[in-house]
């Protein structure tokens, strides 16, 4: 919220860090996000992905020595057939992230 801005002292160039829970990431394979309503979109390579017999974490390799993990079914993580190398979307809704500073 604006208020949140104001509070925190956010401005431009001002370092952040941004916080979202793993089950609130959806991903998506390639290049392009998928058209849903969650437009925060955030581009990588899917760095690993770990499948037990009923979750699945999936981590992206998003630059600068930075990761995002998102927490799935193990369906969906079979249907995706994602692996280390493969590009993939990190897509989320911007009332799950938390930012905060230092």
Same mark, same amino acid.
């Given at each position: 919220?604006?208020?949140?801005?104001?509070?925190?002292?956010?401005?431009?160039?001002?370092?952040?860090?941004?916080?979202?829970?793993?089950?609130?990431?959806?991903?998506?394979?390639?290049?392009?996000?998928?058209?849903?309503?969650?437009?925060?979109?955030?581009?990588?390579?899917?760095?690993? @992905?770990? *499948?037990? !017999?009923?979750? +699945?974490?999936?981590?992206?390799?998003?630059? %600068? &020595?930075?990761?995002? $993990? @998102?927490? *799935?079914? !193990?369906?969906? +993580?079979?249907?995706?057939?994602?692996?280390? %190398? &493969?590009?993939?979307? $990190?897509?989320?809704?911007? !009332?799950?992230?938390?930012?905060?500073?230092?």
């Amino acid at each position: 919220t604006a208020g949140s801005v104001r509070s925190l002292g956010l401005v431009v160039g001002r370092e952040a860090i941004v916080l979202i829970k793993a089950p609130f990431v959806m991903i998506a394979p390639g290049h392009q996000p998928p058209l849903v309503s969650a437009r925060n979109c955030v581009r990588g390579i899917v760095r690993r @992905a770990d *499948v037990s !017999a009923v979750n +699945a974490e999936i981590v992206l390799d998003i630059g %600068g &020595d930075k990761t995002l $993990a @998102a927490s *799935v079914t !193990a369906r969906s +993580a079979d249907d995706l057939k994602l692996a280390p %190398g &493969d590009p993939a979307c $990190a897509v989320f809704d911007a !009332a799950h992230v938390i930012v905060a500073i230092d």
